[in-house]
């Protein structure tokens, strides 16, 4: 991480289980800092959905990878683009979300999406969500979290997040059941993996947002920011 000690700029690394809330509680510290952010899974489920497009086997580690490093991937402010077209609701889908988890075992593709997340560590600061950033991509991160919940809290919040977004049936008792089964997999992939499991960091700072609500939990990442950085 030679970009971080290097320029000196400081990273807050979140880090957790999907639908933890780190994505909105990254999103509210960054602007909060005025620093920029990094969704990184949404690059996973850029390839996701890339590779699907083009039918490629999710499993195929080489052929992901080789078209995941001719992607023109850009984000203007909460949008996501893939070669000039706008994929930000496409890539939010649970079935890509499951897809965006079985390309991310492959180490290949993770080494080549390496480049693109440093370069998202500009000034004055950035807070990078995802799985590996405290463990891999930044581990010179000036402070590191972890942020989670318990799977039944989780797989609540996403079928809220999925209604909002009418992509599951008001019939919570039927949808409920699948979204919990999908987070387990997905739990599963992300923490069994050989190549950058999901982990808590040694000098990660754990976060449960059970009982916490999304302004609670920024006020401590903001806090433990402050407390880091004055030391
Ligand atoms: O966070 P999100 O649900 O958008 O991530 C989708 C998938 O991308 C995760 O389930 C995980 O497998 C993968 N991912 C990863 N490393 C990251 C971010 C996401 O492997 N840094």
């Known amino acids: 991480m030679s970009n971080v ?69 850009e984000f203007i402010n909460e949008q996501v ?46 807070v990078a969500d995802g799985r590996d950033m405290g463990t891999v991509v930044f581990p010179n991160a000036e402070l590191k979290i972890f942020l989670t919940a318990k799977t039944e809290t989780r797989a609540q919040r996403r079928y809220q997040q999925l209604l909002a977004k009418n992509q599951v049936s008001l019939d919570f008792s039927n949808t409920y059941g699948s979204i919990l089964q999908d987070l387990l997999e997905r739990d599963a992939r992300d923490k069994n993996r050989a190549s950058a499991p999901l982990t808590l960091a040694d000098d990660a700072i754990l976060l449960e947002t059970d009982n916490l609500s999304i302004s609670a939990a920024v006020d401590n990442v903001l806090y433990n920011f402050q407390q880091k950085i004055s030391k």
């Open 5 to 73: 000690i290097q320029n000196n700029i400081p990273v807050i690394a979140i880090d957790g289980p999907s639908a933890s809330g780190k994505g909105t509680v990254a999103q509210l510290a960054a602007s909060r800092l005025g620093f920029h952010y990094l969704d990184s899974g949404a690059l996973y489920r850029i390839v996701a959905w890339a590779t699907q497009q083009r039918n490629i086997a999710w499993d195929d580690a080489i052929a992901v990878t080789e078209c995941a490093k001719t992607l023109i991937i």
């Open 81 to 126: 683009f893939l070669n000039n077209t706008d994929i930000s609701n496409e890539i939010r889908t649970e079935a890509i979300g499951k897809g965006a988890s079985q390309v991310a075992v492959h180490a290949p593709l993770r080494a080549a999406l390496l480049d693109m997340q440093h370069g998202f560590c500009r000034a004055p600061g950035l």
